[in-house]
C-alpha cells in the first residue's frame, strides 16, 4: 500500500493563480481531511469529508474549495492564490470521522510546501 | 476553537538525557492522541491514551494520561539522535453535541550526538 500519497511535493504561485493540490489514498477510508502547518501555528483544519460526495468545512476554509467525487481521491483547490496561503499543507486520512467521537488514527500525506509571491 | 499547550516549545539535549514534554488544555479531553514529525514528512501517530491516568509505554517512550484528562506527558528515556522531531499532541473534545480535534503547535526536539 502507498497509503497517502500528495503532489505536487513543492509549489510556488504568483498571487491570483489558482491551482489544485492531489491527494489520493489507497486504504479504502471513509475520513479525509487537509490541514495547514504555519510555524508557531500547529495543523489547522481546513476542510473534510466523511465520505465520497459529502465535505465539509473545517477552522480556516476561506478561499479553499474541495470536493470528493470517489473514495480514494480528496483534492484542495486554491480558487486565487494569496501570499497568506503560503503554507504546508497535509491531508490526511482515516477509517473513520472524529466527529464520531472515536479518535481514529490519522495517516498523512508527506505535505505539499506552498510558496505564493 | 479549543486551546492546547505544548511545552517547551524548543528542547535541544545531548544523546542519552533524558526528557519530558508536555501538553495541556483547560478542557477536558475525550482523549488525546501523540504524533512524531520528522522534517520534510507528515506526522505519525505514535499512541493514543483514553482513560484518566493511563500509562502506555512505547519502548524508551511513556506516556501518561493526567487523572482529570486536561493533560498528557511524554517522556523519553536516554534520548537518541533518532527521536529528534517535532512531537504534536492532538486533543478530542466533545461540546455542543459535536466532536473536535485539535492539534497544539509542537515541542521541536534536538538530540545531539
Known amino acids: 500500500n502507498a497509503g497517502v500519497t500528495q503532489t505536487p511535493k513543492f509549489q510556488v504561485l504568483k498571487t491570483g493563480q489558482s491551482m489544485t493540490l492531489q491527494c489520493a489514498q489507497d486504504m479504502n477510508h471513509e475520513y479525509m481531511s487537509w490541514y495547514r502547518q504555519d510555524p508557531g501555528m500547529g495543523l489547522r483544519l481546513i476542510h473534510y469529508s466523511v465520505g465520497a460526495g459529502i465535505t465539509d468545512q473545517g477552522e480556516v476554509p476561506n478561499g479553499y474549495n474541495v470536493s470528493r467525487s470517489t473514495t480514494e481521491d480528496f483534492p484542495l483547490r486554491l480558487l486565487s492564490a494569496a501570499p497568506s496561503q503560503t503554507s504546508v499543507y497535509f491531508c490526511?486520512?482515516?477509517?473513520?470521522?472524529?466527529?464520531?467521537?472515536?479518535?481514529?488514527?490519522?495517516?498523512f500525506g508527506p505535505g505539499t510546501r506552498l510558496t505564493v509571491t | 476553537t479549543q486551546l492546547l499547550e505544548q511545552s517547551p516549545q524548543f528542547l535541544s539535549i545531548q544523546e542519552g538525557e533524558n526528557l519530558t514534554v508536555y501538553c495541556n488544555s483547560s478542557s477536558v479531553f475525550s482523549s488525546l492522541q501523540w504524533y512524531r514529525q520528522e522534517p520534510g514528512e507528515g506526522p505519525v501517530l505514535l499512541v493514543t491514551?483514553?482513560?484518566?491516568?493511563e500509562v502506555k509505554k512505547l519502548k524508551r517512550l511513556t506516556f501518561q494520561f493526567g487523572d482529570a484528562r486536561k493533560d498528557s506527558s511524554l517522556h523519553i528515556t536516554a534520548a537518541q539522535t533518532g527521536d529528534t522531531g517535532l512531537y504534536l499532541c492532538a486533543g478530542l473534545y466533545s461540546g455542543a453535541g459535536s466532536y473536535q480535534l485539535t492539534f497544539g503547535k509542537g515541542t521541536k526536539l534536538s538530540v545531539i550526538p
Open positions: 490526511a486520512s482515516s477509517y473513520g470521522p472524529v466527529t464520531s467521537g472515536f479518535i481514529y488514527e490519522q495517516y
Open positions: 491514551v483514553v482513560t484518566g491516568g
